[in-house]
């Protein structure tokens, strides 16, 4: 069944209601393992030019995932006072050596630190139209998509877009 999407009276795209996850998805999904740094995270959006990455076992199961968002809360300034304020407290006048304070600056936590772990995802079968209610009612960028528990993909706002840009796919 298709169904004209409108904007301004003009009907942009025909989208099928029935294609899924499994037309859609990234299937290279690029990953973070739970022991993985913040920067190491950081380094590889930035490679990949990616805003997140799922947290996944060695099995591939899900565990959470990790957003530019979440990488960037360290460096709010509600943390950089509470750092300032314990530098303050630990330090007491006296100096602090060159070395602790450089591990002190850098973000050593670990994916299962700053991962959200209660994920929205789908299945393989989930149609465009779930998932888009699903990115809207969350106010998420992207879903998982799972088979058995595992990553098998990733269906972000942008590949739906590119869907709807090629009329529904198929």
Known sequence: MSLPLCMGGL?????????TAAGMMTRDVITAGPADTAAGIAAKLGE????????VDA??????????????????????MRRAWWLDILAEGEELAPEFMDY?????RRATDLMTRDVVSVTESAGINEIADLLTHHRIKRVPVLRNGRVVGIVS??????????????
């Not at 009907?11 to 294609?19: I, K, S, T």
């Not at 002190?104 to 050593?108: A, C, L």
């Open 104 to 108: 002190i600056r850098v973000d050593n």
């Open 157 to 170: 706002r942008a590949d739906i877009v590119r869907t709807l840009a090629r009329g529904g796919g198929g």
């Open 11 to 19: 009907a942009v795209a025909q989208v099928r209601l029935a294609e």
């Open 59 to 80: 099995a591939g199961g899900l565990m959470g995932i990790v957003s530019e968002g979440d990488l960037m809360h360290s460096f709010g300034l509600r943390n950089a």
């Open 48 to 55: 990949h030019g990616i805003s997140a990455v799922p947290v």
